[in-house]
């Protein structure tokens, strides 16, 4: 290990902020040291909880975010927050009004707050934000918020990354209810219908609701008829329903559909028991368990499989050879599925590291 | 070559459009023969100008599309179509509506549509919408339009596999136009201010211009001045500019801002113009050369890494060998760094190939 990242460890362990401030920053730029980093910090991983917060730009996601952590804060937990926003090419007007919005806890010393840059991050960005949080983990934060706007498959992929994920929903997008496709109603573990005083808001949940019952079929169906909860009332209670205690004995997750106002602040509270109950299933069940020991599996092949990448293309004996192929795939006398089979029958041991 | 893949390959020589179908599907999904297929075509690709059509959601693009494909065809030219709408987890109510829309070439024999399918395509969406986009040019289209939605990086690569790219704005978007990030700029050949009939059209082109100016510096002052073209006042014209050839002498490329009211059918002659104007650029510079060389290169690296995965991961070897370090991750007794590192020792050797 490199003098300085041992020096920067030292710091961390001692948790001063700057060398969180840079950890993440090189684990973020796959900068030296990252291994190192992460390595180290690896045995200490577990002790936060993940929450995972995505949906429609302009949902009010990162209002909701801020106000969760407020409610962390005042149960004096220390919070962690991941922003992902990669529809910066041509909505990410929204970021800075974001950043400004979060401002609330952004002063607070027990909140840390990191924005993702998108690009150019090696093995991606599922990839990348799962070890920044990592970092945060390794720091010792009770609870990372990651919030990520829902558009797209690698934004899916960051949300499996928590151990709960909160969707959030606001009216306009209810007469499209049926493009929630299935990757959302997976990853989904607490739905909030948003603005939910705005026109429409019923119909949302109910349409949410309805997508749910068909698609959980019996686990949905069952569990008022089992413990007296009618998950489908639950979320117009305001205080923690009387029968709570039946809901936590259940084995099956019925994801809740929750209203909120977040504008007025209304709501959070629920969403705040709903991730403790979530988060109480995770752990009755082993579900916490399996899927932390899959995170870290997918972890594994991420590493390897960007290891491959790196010890094939950065030696420049590969690159070399590619480029002395050239000009057959220009003639169309090869094809780059013969080429590529050629170059990794020359240069595929690389990716071992026994010869590097 | 399995004798079903030949079979389909002599339908599809013989130009039959369900051969065409069954390709694409092959093609998109990965599944048994796609290596043969696209070697088999790759001999006979770039006859098509690929022209991609990006911007965010809602600025027009569909329309433009289909405006654009009835260009080609009253010029007599045939148009493949390829629609990647990412945003389908929770936007992806537009998706219906542009096929709809597309309803007026859909009909057409000389027009193929094909919508992607964004989920589970090994090796992403680029790599696969370049694959597709092959198999639509080696059947012979003579334009291949791959609109995508702008809303992410993903999508900013796919727009990168064309030959020319126009970027699609609206004024509802023009407020944020600092938002245009980098990437945007750079991928961008054309500039398309649509619904320009609308508050704000001005001001977004401007504000194009002026973020171009900054980033083009020299280049873009410079065309008025040699060539007396002011590119700033080109996008008012409906028919071609007189002074196109002057134009068209020019080696560098300033990407022209031009209007459109798509919903109007107005400025689509533009837009035409501007893309035979950019290919003439393209080819007299030896542009078009450089830029398809690079699309193969990163061709092969694109099939070398698909097939590092599948080597690495499709025999059960290396997987069950991982399980077996699943517990130690678990107790924090080994990091995925290191188990990574122990995998590709062990079984880093099979993405040659030459052990299976």
């Known amino acids: 290990m490199h003098a300085s990242t041992e020096r920067l460890l030292g710091e961390f362990a001692a948790r001063r902020v700057p060398a969180l401030a840079r950890a993440v920053s090189i684990v973020e730029n796959q900068r030296a040291g990252v291994d190192d980093i992460l390595g180290t910090l690896h045995p200490k991983l577990g002790r936060a909880r993940r929450i995972g917060i ?42 800075l009004g974001d950043r400004v919005r979060m401002e609330r806890v952004a002063l607070d010393d027990g909140v840390f707050i990191r924005s993702m840059a998108t690009r150019g991050s090696l ?7 799962r070890e920044v949080t990592d970092v945060l983990d390794g720091f010792g934060f009770d609870r990372i918020i990651i919030e990520t706007v829902g558009v797209g498959q690698s934004e899916l992929d960051v949300a499996r990354t928590a151990d709960s ?54 686990s949905y169906a069952n569990v008022p008829a089992h413990h007296g909860v009618d998950l489908r009332t639950m979320r117009d209670r305001a205080a923690r329903p009387a029968d709570i205690d039946a809901l936590a004995e259940d084995t099956s997750w019925a994801p809740p559909v929750l209203s909120s106002i977040a504008a007025k602040e209304e709501g959070i509270t629920g969403i705040v028991e709903s991730l403790d109950l979530h988060f109480n299933y995770l752990e009755r069940t082993g579900t916490l368990r399996e899927r932390r020991r899959e995170r870290l599996v997918e972890r594994v092949i991420e590493v390897a499989e960007r290891r491959m990448r790196q010890r094939l293309w950065d030696v420049p004996a590969a690159r070399t050879w590619l480029d002395g192929r050239v000009s057959e795939l220009e003639a169309g006398s090869a094809t780059p599925y013969a080429v590529a089979d050629d170059l990794l029958s020359a ?5 071992t590291g026994t010869n590097t």
């Open 54 to 95: 995505t949906g429609p730009p302009g949902a009010g996601k990162s209002t909701i975010t801020t106000l969760l952590a407020e409610k962390f804060r005042q149960a004096g937990l220390t919070v962690g927050i991941v922003c992902v926003d990669p529809t910066s090419p041509f909505t990410g007007g929204a970021l």
């Open 123 to 129: 093995g991606g960005l599922a990839a990348s934000t």
């Open 165 to 218: 994920t909160v969707v959030v929903l606001v009216p306009e997008s209810g007469d499209s209810i049926q493009t929630l496709k299935a990757g959302v109603m997976e990853i989904a573990d607490i739905f909030v219908v948003n603005k939910a005083d705005r026109p429409g808001a019923d119909r949302l949940r109910n349409d949410v609701e309805l997508m749910l019952g068909l698609r959980k079929g019996a």
């Open 347 to 351: 240069y595929g041991h690389l990716v």
